[in-house]
């Protein structure tokens, strides 16, 4: 990437090197599931997760307080088949205040993990 920057009336030019040689170990890994940002976010009442499975998995969701306290698990050590997934969290059920907290997927060995924003 290229980008310009001006200070007043001095002009520069700045560039960064990307190195895009991968590891061959971590090219390899095979990536079990992937979990998606929450939509909305922040969010009022209700918000929703989405989660793809790349093959069949016993997964959990929860969600987290921002001290790392469970608030939650939307479903626990559930086994499920490959493929897309949305769930659906509403804030009311679970007695939580405005605040940051996180939602999380897992199969055990993998854990995948996104910020989201409850407010007013």
């Known amino acids: 990437p290229i980008w310009a920057r001006a200070d007043g009336v001095n002009m520069s030019i700045w ?18 599931f992937t979990l998606v940002q929450n939509y909305p976010n922040p969010f009022r009442e209700t918000t929703y997760f989405k989660f793809k499975l790349y093959e069949p998995s016993t997964v959990t969701l929860s969600v987290y307080d921002i001290y790392g306290r469970l608030i939650t698990s939307l479903f626990s050590q ?41 407010i007013e």
Do not use: C
């Not at 190195?19 to 095979?30: C, K």
């Open 15 to 32: 560039t960064a090197n990307i190195d895009l040689t991968v590891d061959i170990a971590e090219a390899e890994e095979v990536v079990p």
């Open 78 to 118: 559930e086994k499920r088949p490959r493929g897309k997934y949305i769930e659906t969290f509403e804030a009311s059920k679970h007695n939580i205040q405005p605040g940051v907290y996180w939602f999380a997927l897992t199969n055990g060995r993998k854990l995948l993990q996104r910020k989201m924003i409850l």
